[in-house]
């Protein structure tokens, strides 16, 4: 549905490196930099993420504004967002909640939420429905 998002860090080095140590746990493998140079007048430097093949994920240097995003990553199981939120909180993060089941919205709804070193909330989500038998 979303074909791409750019975050606005306040250190770019700092945030690459703490995505790189979390993103892979959820398949995001692929990292480019586009120097913002490359495309139209004004155009930001930007650090990309991604997988398959398609780069989605893309941090830009700025004043981040934490109030305003909150971004919800795909999980692939209950281990997987249990290891995210582990190496997130290691890498940096601060706990919002630790994983579980969301009850609020659905039991089998299963997730753990951080806020990254900008302050950003980074959900960690498996929704078992949503991933087949």
């Known amino acids: 549905m979303i074909d791409h998002i750019f975050l606005t860090v306040g250190d770019t ?3 690459v490196a703490f995505y790189e140590t979390v993103l892979p746990i959820l398949g995001i493998t692929s990292r480019l930099d586009y120097d913002g140079k490359d495309g139209p007048v004004g155009h930001p ?16 240097q700025g004043v981040a504004a934490p109030g305003a995003v909150h971004i919800g990553f795909i999980a692939d199981s209950e281990d997987v967002v249990n290891a995210a939120f582990a190496k997130a909180l290691a890498a940096g993060a601060t706990e919002i909640h630790a994983p579980g089941p969301q009850l609020p919205y659905d039991p089998r709804y299963y997730a753990a939420q951080v806020r990254d070193l900008d302050g950003y909330s980074l959900e960690f989500v498996y929704k078992s429905w949503q991933h087949g038998a």
């Not at 430097?45 to 830009?60: I, N, P």
Request: glycine letters at 16%.
């Open 13 to 15: 080095d700092r945030s």
């Open 45 to 60: 430097d930007l650090k990309g993420f991604g997988a398959k093949g398609r780069m989605s994920f893309w941090l830009r």
